[in-house]
């Protein structure tokens, strides 16, 4: 006798299995000013060019977008020096990992990523009824041999945050090299280059060169960092044209909105703004992790627009505690407990007077430990 019918839709197991992606807070328990540090936007908000084109696109709501974002890729190609049609547009670099794990994984497939990576990836992985094999990260740094050792008959996807967030780390250019190169040719090595333009090391690079020699390895990146467009919701991406044609399948028709190509279009040519932007980060950088270790707490190195706390270096120091101490005096920062790090808050770099006001309520966090 057959087993009863359910008594309402049941979706898959696996997406059941799913624990939905949960954002940093956008506010905190104080009634004063707040300084939102918890969503590594960027402090000097959008190129006005950039604000001005997407005001300038309302008037014409009423049309269709052009659904490839031919305009939008022109400009990437353009400022890259890359292909056009090796591009792909989404909405956030977030959906065209998704369109990736539906197109590339099956249920009985595993994709490979690394303990403190993007909380996505196995969002996308168990998505797509395929599992997620999570190799640790030692140091919080990215271990190469670690992840060609996790490879199996059944790994179809690496993926390779870099620089990783929430730690801050990126991986050298010879080591993504030597990953791929100790891959097979049948595993799709996805490099998220989400922070790219932050990085000033030479031994980086963000996944292009890599991507135009090879035919199985796809690159994104995000508008909504550098260009501090997180509002609008856009990403891209560069891949080998099988895996770009493979995309456009399971690509929704018209999945870029029409203010949010002609916003992207303006901020790409607005280098200044994105100058701006990254020195304004290669000062605050260091200068706010200098100070932080000067109160005492730890801070791993990062290349990043962000940094991690370590509230283990301070005897007495908790994290949730101190996030709560931070709250409530108008800093609004990230728990990355979810990531595998309870001990620490992700603080995004700021203006100058969220700068200090970080710095400030952290001084009198550890001044209160002392008096205890």
């Known amino acids: 006798m057959s087993a009863p019918l359910p008594t309402r839709p049941q979706p898959r197991d696996a997406i059941m299995r799913i624990a939905p992606y949960v954002p940093g807070r956008a506010t905190a328990g104080s009634t004063g000013k707040q300084y939102k540090l918890s969503a590594n936007e960027n402090p000097l908000g959008p190129s006005p060019a950039a604000r001005e084109a997407f005001i300038a696109a309302a008037s014409n709501l009423e049309a269709y977008p052009d659904g490839g974002a031919s305009l939008l890729r022109e400009a990437i190609a353009a400022t890259y020096g890359l292909n056009v049609d090796r591009l792909i547009c989404g909405n956030g670099s977030d959906e065209i990992l998704s369109m990736i794990g539906h197109a590339f994984l099956s249920e009985g497939d595993e994709a490979i990523f ?57 991986t050298p250019a010879s080591e993504v090299k030597r990953l791929r190169e100790g891959l097979p040719g049948h595993v799709l090595l996805v490099i998220d280059a989400a922070y790219a333009e932050y990085v000033r090391k030479n031994d980086y690079e963000s996944g292009i060169e890599l991507v135009a020699t090879r035919n199985d390895t796809i690159m994104t990146r995000t508008f909504s960092k550098i260009h501090g467009l997180a509002a609008i919701r856009l990403g891209w991406a560069y891949a080998p044209a099988a895996v770009i044609e493979a995309l456009h399948r399971v690509r929704g028709p018209f999945n870029v909105n029409a203010p949010a190509i002609a916003a992207g279009v303006a901020a790409l040519a607005d280098r200044a703004h994105v100058e701006t932007a990254v020195d304004h980060n290669q000062y605050w950088l260091p200068e706010v992790s200098r100070r932080i270790r000067e109160i005492g707490f730890g801070v791993p190195d990062s290349v990043g627009n962000f940094i991690l706390i370590d509230f283990s270096t301070v005897p007495g120091a908790d994290a949730a505690e101190a996030d709560a101490f931070l709250g409530a005096r108008g800093c609004v920062l990230r728990s990355v407990a979810g990531y595998g790090l309870p001990h620490m808050l992700r603080m995004t770099i700021g203006d100058e007077e969220a700068n200090a006001a970080v710095i400030a309520a952290l001084t009198a966090y550890r001044e209160g430990l002392s008096g205890a």
């Open 114 to 170: 690394t303990e403190h990576a993007f909380l996505m990836y196995r969002i996308v992985t168990l998505a797509a009824g395929a599992t997620p094999v999570v190799v640790p990260e030692p140091g919080m740094q990215c271990d190469i041999d670690l992840i060609l050792g996790a490879v199996t008959e059944r790994t179809k996807i690496v993926f390779l945050a870099n620089p990783n967030n929430p730690t801050g780390s990126y």
